[in-house]
């Protein structure tokens, strides 16, 4: 089995397995209990959360753990606007369900959500924010890099806009944090969300740094977990393993960043060679491991399912319902041409893939969109 879908989730790392493993055997101590059993959990959390802090460029009071991406948007989101329910939200069309969704729950609240578009490469420019960002705007959510086609934002500069209306920044990085190098300080953000299944770690652990000074509602009432600010007792193994991932890919992140180019490159000279009609989709600086490709007139749910039963696991941009085949709200906003989008599949590569792993995708799949069968079904 060849797994190149590692935008959905990746494998745990080995080193953050052994890291956290005393965690789960020998050390369960509730961190929060007085005795000296639980001293060592409190500093191991301690210690996780100052390296996770040190990776992002932040203070360790301004990280808190929470059980994901999902709700670390959630909480981003929810917990800026319900402080001020009359003032609006900024987001983008491309956004992951995680903040469409959680929008769209504070606009049945009654708060105007603002949707910013993007052009053919999925990037948001800087007028459109101009254009309707105002004072009575409480918060901008701009995804850091997009799950789909890997396109990274400006975000530096889109931050920049929000702040001159003293509006809260918040970005989803849940596929760029340990991908790409960030500091959170340098680019003035106020917020970030992060998930650990993303680079290696746990799935159902991940953080959401606050910048010390935003107001923001707590996330669950409760014990004194996390500052008062998310209550519940914390899940130490996933914690220290997130610490230890994230530690080792930021550390690794050159290496890993050319290697997937580099797999990058081979699959698409292949299929330039054997002539296949494709287009990339996605910015060229897109995410190293990300790459999204249209064939022409193809199925993209069909190709997922004929490169399984070749052992090969990548995703589609677009799934069939009983009746006809939906582009996702990514492609569309990109304005991808029907009669490629609907033949999108995502390739999300990590940095366990070999190069004979790039070359045995791409061959599946010359193989599978110049086979007889899925040839006719084209023309048809
Ligand atoms: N945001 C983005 C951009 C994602 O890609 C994902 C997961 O795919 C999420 C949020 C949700 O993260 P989680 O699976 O940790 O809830």
Redesign the pocket.
């Known amino acids: 089995m060849i797994y190149a879908d590692n ?2 989730t990746t494998k745990l790392d080995i080193d953050a397995f052994e890291a956290m493993k005393p965690f789960l055997l020998e050390e369960y101590a509730n961190a929060s209990q007085p005795y000296s059993f639980s001293r060592k959990v409190k500093k191991a959390i301690l210690e996780a959360r100052a390296t996770i802090a040190m990776c992002i460029g932040a203070l360790p009071e301004e990280i808190f753990f929470t059980s ?3 709700e670390s ?1 959630n909480w981003a989101i929810k917990g800026t606007v319900f402080q001020n329910v009359t003032a609006g939200v900024i987001t983008s069309q491309i956004e ?1 369900h ?1 903040v469409m969704n959680a929008c769209a729950a504070v606009e049945r609240q009654g708060v105007p959500v603002v949707y910013l578009p993007v052009d053919e490469q999925g990037i948001v420019h800087q007028e459109s924010l101009k254009k309707v960002v105002t004072d009575y705007h409480r918060i901008v959510s701009i ?1 850091y890099a997009n ?1 789909e086609v890997g396109t990274i934002q400006p975000i530096r500069e889109l931050c920049e806009i929000a702040h001159q209306h003293n509006v809260i920044f918040h970005t ?1 990085a ?2 760029a944090v340990a991908h790409v190098p960030i500091n959170v300080h340098d680019l003035g953000l106020d917020m970030l969300s992060a ?1 650990a ?1 993303k680079f290696n770690g746990m799935k159902g652990v ?1 953080f959401l740094y606050i910048r010390k000074g935003i107001e923001i509602e707590r996330y669950s009432d409760g014990g004194m977990q996390e500052s008062g600010m998310r209550a519940g007792t914390e899940n130490v193994a996933g914690i220290i393993a997130m610490a230890a991932a994230l530690k080792k890919n930021c550390d690794c992140m050159e290496a890993y960043t050319s290697h997937m180019r580099r797999l990058k490159e081979i699959i698409l000279c292949i299929l330039s060679e054997n002539m296949v009609d494709f287009i990339c989709n996605g910015a060229p600086d897109a995410l190293p491991g990300i790459l999204s490709i249209s064939f022409r007139n193809a199925d993209g749910e069909k190709l997922l399912h004929r490169l399984d039963l070749m052992g090969v696991c990548v995703s589609t941009g677009a799934a069939c319902d009983s009746r006809n085949t939906k582009v996702s709200h990514v492609l569309e906003a990109m304005r991808v041409p029907p009669e490629y989008a609907k033949g999108t599949i995502r390739i999300s590569l990590g940095n366990g893939n070999t190069e004979n792993d790039a070359v045995t995708i791409t061959n599946a799949l010359v193989k599978i969109l110049t086979s007889k069968s899925m040839r006719d079904k084209r023309k048809d």
């Open positions: 935008a959905a994901g991406g999902t948007d992951h995680a995804m799950n989803d849940v596929q998930s299944h991940g």
